[in-house]
């Protein structure tokens, strides 16, 4: 069984300043994880994604994050935030290989709305 | 590529009502994924099928709803009859069967049953 945790529902930051967004998982595979940006009205973009290499991950639009097995944790960053960064944000885990041989869908978190102030 | 593509992209119907959402995944993409996104419940897997075949359900939350794939490139999630508890976010995913996990979603129908 795995979950994912997000920390705020609501993050606001002002431009320019770091963003942080937090996950923990909980899993019981060695699990792959991924951050997904949603804008509004529409789909889900892969971000990066976590899967058991280089435990600092770089993504997109100057994203990356840190896989900490010890913290289970999977926290997203930025150095500076740009007002195009506001949407909502997701992180999901799966049971990446261990999962059946084949894929069993991703488990979200329930989302991260970052607003970034002017 | 197109990406994945949905539609409708908005429904409005009545409860009762039988309600068809459709699918084209990216082409040949192995897998395809139906996902409900609502604010209390966030994104939840429903179904997903590999190689057109459904390989898990549990997620479909009541006999109300059927998912079909009848070839690689069309799949329909189905809701007959609907009732208001069933508005949300509907979104589909595909991915290739060699990074299964890495998945492609489409921009999601959003329904709202009255």
């Known amino acids: 069984a795995q979950s994912v945790t997000q920390l705020g529902s609501h993050v606001s930051v002002s431009e320019g300043a770091l963003v942080l967004l937090r996950c923990n998982y909980s899993?019981?595979?060695?699990?792959?994880l991924f951050w997904y940006v949603q804008y509004p009205n529409q789909g889900l973009q892969l971000l990066l994604k976590?899967?058991?290499?280089?435990?600092l991950v770089k993504g997109i639009n100057g994203f990356e994050a840190e896989f900490k097995k010890s913290e289970t944790s999977f926290h997203l960053t930025k150095p500076s935030a740009h007002m195009s960064d506001a949407a909502e944000y997701f992180c999901?885990?799966?049971?990446?290989?261990?999962?059946?041989?084949?894929?069993?869908?991703?488990?979200f978190g329930k989302g991260t709305h970052l607003i970034i102030q002017p | 590529d197109a990406g994945v593509i949905q539609s409708p992209r908005h429904e409005v119907t009545e409860m009762g009502q039988e309600v068809t959402l459709r699918c084209k995944p990216i082409s040949g993409h192995d897998y395809l994924f139906w996902y409900r996104q609502t604010m209390m419940r966030g994104l939840e897997l429903l179904i997903y099928?590999?190689?057109?075949?459904?390989?898990?359900d549990s997620g479909m939350p009541e006999d109300r709803f059927s998912a079909k794939m009848p070839n690689a490139s069309f799949s329909t999630l189905k809701i007959q009859p609907s009732e208001p508890r069933d508005s949300a976010v509907y979104f589909c995913?595909?991915?290739?069967?060699?990074?299964?996990?890495?998945?492609?979603f489409g921009p999601g129908t959003r329904l709202t049953v009255l």
């Open positions: 976590y899967t058991s290499a280089a435990t």
């Open positions: 999901a885990v799966s049971g990446g290989p261990y999962s059946g041989g084949g894929a069993d869908g991703l488990t």
């Open positions: 099928f590999n190689n057109n075949v459904p390989i898990d």
């Open positions: 899993s019981s595979v060695p699990p792959y």
């Open positions: 995913a595909s991915s290739w069967a060699s990074i299964p996990d890495t998945q492609y």
